[in-house]
């Protein structure tokens, strides 16, 4: 059973930037794909980024592209989102999620375990 603790949100200025972590536990990453998610209040979940379980395979929504970046580090059970030029749109509860044999598709059934997730704030 895997389990993802989100961590690194918070308050930030338009512009900033702040980098999230999601460490997982349980299992090793090799053979999963984890996507970011994100809910802003009053709106429904939305897809942000994704990285495949097949090393350099990434997705982006376009509204992340070019400023957000999904990586990975397998030795270390920890994905990242490093989000830079931050507005306010992107004020959001941002969630961790995997699937295995993850291929990083934008669709929440690609994924069999969640975050709590963690609050990103951008004030203008």
Known sequence: QMRLVE???GLAQAGDS?????AA???TLNGYGFGWFRQAPGKERE????????????????SAKGRFTISRDNAKNTVYL???SLNSEDTA???CA????????PSDDEYNYWGQGT??????
């Open 47 to 62: 897809f942000v980024a994704a990285i495949s379980y097949i090393p350099g395979n990434t997705n982006y929504a376009a």
């Open 82 to 84: 490093q989000m830079n």
């Open 119 to 124: 609050q990103v704030t951008v004030s203008s």
């Open 25 to 27: 536990s349980g299992v």
């Open 98 to 105: 995997a699937g295995r044999y993850g291929l990083g598709r």
């Open 7 to 9: 961590s690194g949100g």
């Open 93 to 95: 509860v941002y969630y």
């Open 18 to 22: 702040l980098r999230l972590s999601c």
